[in-house]
């Protein structure tokens, strides 16, 4: 069945880059996607990149996706300590993009000043 | 701000009570997902809504159903509540012609005890 896996926890140092991993498994997987998550917030799409894309790269935030080995990333550029967050990975259930999704468990970015 | 509205924002029920979490799509929305998120880990996929009628489903018992209404707006039910049920419920909305972006409510926190 579809699984996704990222580590756990991240912490770096303002003005640094993060970079934060992702493998999955579905390989019909359409889309994949970054969301943020804030303290008692829902979900904040970042960015999303479709399957035949080897990158992405929008203002602070590049994807990299590498297809043969089922692994995603975010690179953020110049961390701040708004980027303080929970990130989660996710992949479209199914080869057919109908908006359901499958999560990771979450990788908590910690930015110390 | 998504333009997605989940009420309430808390919620505490007893064991085997019966649980209504409501949703507003975005504008322009007419598909609605909803998920639950337990604390430390990812969400998972319950069902989606197109058009009223139910577009897919997740690994979880008949006791977790829902509506959609004309207005696109969203009802998420559980019945027979257990403990485990305690989680963040969140609601995405997309519009299906274009799935690429889910755009989630602030989600509902539900303690059941």
């Known amino acids: 069945g579809e699984d996704v896996e990222q580590s756990l926890f991240l912490s770096v140092r303002e003005g640094d880059s993060s970079v934060i991993n992702c493998t999955y498994t579905d390989s019909s997987s359409t889309y994949l996607y970054w969301y943020k998550q804030e303290p008692g917030a829902g979900l904040q799409l970042l960015t999303y990149i479709f399957s035949n894309m080897d990158m992405k790269q929008d203002q602070r935030l590049t994807v990299l996706l590498n297809k043969k080995d089922k692994h995603l990333s975010l690179r953020i550029a110049d961390t701040q300590t708004g980027d303080s967050a929970i990130y989660f990975c996710?992949?479209?259930?199914?080869?057919?993009?109908?908006?359901?999704?499958?999560f990771g468990q979450g990788t908590t970015l910690q930015v110390k000043p | 701000e998504t333009g997605v509205t989940q009420s309430p924002t808390h919620l505490i029920k007893t064991r085997g009570q019966q649980v209504t979490l409501r949703c507003s799509s975005q504008s322009g929305h007419n598909t609605v997902s909803w998920y639950q998120q337990a604390l430390g880990q990812g969400p998972q996929f319950i069902f989606q809504y197109y058009r009223e009628e139910e577009n897919g489903r997740g690994n979880f018992p008949p006791r977790f159903s829902g509506l959609q209404f004309p207005n696109y707006s969203s009802e998420l039910n559980v019945n027979a509540l257990e403990l485990d049920d305690s989680a963040l419920y969140l609601c995405?909305?997309?519009?299906?012609?274009?799935?690429?972006?889910?755009?989630f409510g602030q989600g509902t926190r539900l303690t059941v005890v």
């Open positions: 996710a992949e479209t259930l199914g080869s057919s993009n109908t908006g359901k999704l499958i």
């Open positions: 995405a909305s997309s519009p299906l012609e274009r799935n690429t972006e889910a755009f």
